[in-house]
């Protein structure tokens, strides 16, 4: 009897579901299983800390990462 184990790959898609500008820091959350609330409120810190690159780094992920189907 041979026994097959099925891989799941996971992927990093935008939240359709929980999306408050463009469903990034959801899909982010959702990737890594954590509350979508944390992930807004590390991006906005590091957004300020960083002067704003961080608006920059968002739009390039809204535009880079697909939306879920």
Not at 20 to 39: Q, R, S, T
Not at 52 to 59: C, F, N, S
Request: hydrophobic share 50%; with cysteine; aromatic share 8%.
């Amino acid at each position: 009897m041979v026994k097959q184990t099925q891989k799941q790959i996971k992927r990093l898609y935008r939240s359709k579901s929980d999306k408050v500008l463009g469903g990034v820091c959801a899909g982010i959350a959702n990737y890594f299983e954590v509350d979508p609330v944390l992930v807004r409120l590390i991006w906005v810190i590091l957004t300020l800390a960083s002067m704003g690159l961080g608006v920059i780094a968002y739009i390039i992920a809204w535009i880079i990462v697909p939306e879920e189907q």
